[in-house]
T-cell receptor, first 113, second 115 residues
């Protein structure tokens, strides 16, 4: 089945630093999504990408839908302590309301004040 | 402003016991999902439902059952608990249109241990 490889698995950075993480697959996806999970909570959608090459921002977060449709990137600029959490990428195969997403393994981010 | 509500938050089961994880949403979403999250493995889809009376298997359905008698509720049933079912379970819902199903709203999770 389809798999998403997310890297890095974990990051420990200093407050104020920029962060980059990515998600790759051997399969083509029509939609790429980025979620954040705070400790003890469910994931929350950060950014949704619908077209190859699309670059979308949400505050200090910027995500891109790779041209090949097999990858996506998330950047966080000027990190702050509340950025701590697990970041998941997710891809949807097919179109319309098929109801299924494939999730990456997650990138755990820790920020040192 | 409840959103997706899951109960219980924590549960310990003995091998072979059964239990139901409850999930309810008040957003009138037609789609509902159950995922399990294992460390370093991301989220795996167990079952999903596109509307009341309709359910379908996800990636890892074995050992679980679901029902969807109302739009609001989507309980997950474990009939014979096994240690391999130790995990964190998340219920989610979304309002499906012709667009992608990306806007999942997740509950806060149920941490289940089977000993």
């Amino acid at each position: 089945g389809q798999q998403l490889n997310q890297s890095p698995q974990s990051m420990f950075i200093q407050e104020g630093e920029d962060v980059s993480m990515n998600c790759t697959s051997s399969s083509i996806f029509n939609t790429w999504l980025w979620y954040k999970q705070d400790p003890g909570e469910g994931p929350v959608l950060l950014i949704a990408l619908y077209k190859a090459g699309e670059l979308t921002s949400n505050g200090r977060l910027t995500a891109q839908f790779g041209i090949t449709r097999k990858d996506s990137f998330l950047n966080i600029s000027a990190s702050i302590p509340s950025d701590v959490g697990i970041y998941f990428c997710a891809g949807q195969v097919g179109s319309g309301n098929t109801g299924k997403l494939i999730f990456g393994q997650g990138t755990t981010l820790q920020v040192k004040p | 402003n409840a959103g997706v509500t899951q109960t219980p938050k924590f549960r310990i089961l003995k091998i072979g016991q059964s239990m139901t994880l409850q999930c309810t949403q008040d957003m009138n979403h037609n789609y509902m999902y159950w995922y399990r999250q294992d460390p370093g493995m991301g989220l795996k889809l167990i079952y999903y439902s596109v509307g009341a009376g309709i359910t379908d298997k996800g990636e890892v359905p074995n050992g679980y059952n679901v029902s969807r008698s109302t739009t609001e509720d989507f309980p997950l049933r474990l009939e014979l608990a096994a240690p391999s079912q130790t995990s964190v379970y998340f219920c989610a819902s979304s309002l499906q249109t012709n667009r992608a199903n990306e806007k999942l709203f997740f509950g806060s999770g149920t941490q289940l241990s089977v000993l």
